[in-house]
T-cell receptor
Framework: DAGVIQSPRHEVTEMGQEVTLRCKPI?????LFWYRQTMMRGLELLIY????????DSGMPEDRFSAKMPNASFSTLKIQPSEPRDSAVYFC?????????????FGAGTRLSVL | QKEVEQNSGPLSVPEGAIASLNCTYS??????FFWYRQYSGKSPELIMS????GDKEDGRFTAQLNKASQYVSLLIRDSQPSDSATYLC????????FGTGTSLTVIP
């Protein structure tokens, strides 16, 4: 299996623009996670899907952030409008099932820079 | 108190020594604990999981869990320069939490 695939790997945009990050989980995995990592705050869970349904979005920082999972093989994280403080590395991870939520496989991440 | 706390380091040990990484967590009910390793510029990868009190060994790595004291530790024996990375402790509480990580440098 190719593992968790994220795109783009790098994104540079200007403040106010819309940003869309994409993730393809490992085939057969039922749980998908979006994280944000910064030096100051470490790795933060933003949202968690199980069987394509959002289970916990309490980590989504504000209404500018939204996430969807239209099917088992694709998810997006959208930021609109983007702000410089959104600059971070965004990771997507997947796990086999809710019972295995601690065993997660991470994608390579998207490094977002908002100027 | 944060849900999961780690000493951010940096921790430096000479090659061949034992590296000891510690993590405390806030909820006695926690049942599942994990250690992830993250090389600079890379994504986290799972290296150990532990669910019961005591020690769990996997090669040069030993995870130790003490639920009464609410801490979990990771020992790396015979440390190698290739072990230089940030080690993230993770705990399942009401959701899945990562600590901020401890940076380890193994000096040749």
């Amino acid at each position: 299996d190719a593992g968790v695939i994220q795109s783009p790997r790098h994104e540079v945009t200007e403040m106010g623009q819309e940003v869309t990050l994409r993730c393809k989980p490992i085939s057969g995995h039922n749980s998908l996670f979006w994280y944000r990592q910064t030096m100051m705050r470490g790795l933060e869970l933003l949202i968690y899907f199980n069987n394509n349904v959002p289970i916990d979005d309490s980590g989504m920082p504000e209404d500018r952030f939204s996430a969807k999972m239209p099917n088992a093989s694709f998810s997006t994280l959208k930021i609109q409008p983007s702000e410089p403080r959104d600059s971070a590395v965004y990771f997507c991870a997947s796990s086999l099932a809710v019972s295995r939520v601690g065993i997660q496989y991470f994608g390579a991440g998207t490094r977002l820079s908002v100027l | 108190q944060k849900e999961v706390e780690q000493n951010s380091g940096p921790l430096s040990v000479p090659e061949g020594a034992i590296a000891s990484l510690n993590c405390t967590y806030s909820d006695r009910v926690s049942q599942s604990f994990f250690w992830y390793r993250q090389y600079s510029g890379k994504s986290p990868e799972l290296i150990m999981s532990i669910y019961s009190n005591g020690d769990k060994e996997d090669g040069r790595f030993t995870a130790q869990l003490n639920k009464a004291s609410q801490y979990v530790s990771l020992l790396i024996r015979d440390s190698q320069p290739s072990d230089s990375a940030t080690y993230l402790c993770a705990v399942i509480l009401n959701q899945f939490y990562f600590g901020t990580g401890t940076s380890l440098t193994v000096i040749p």
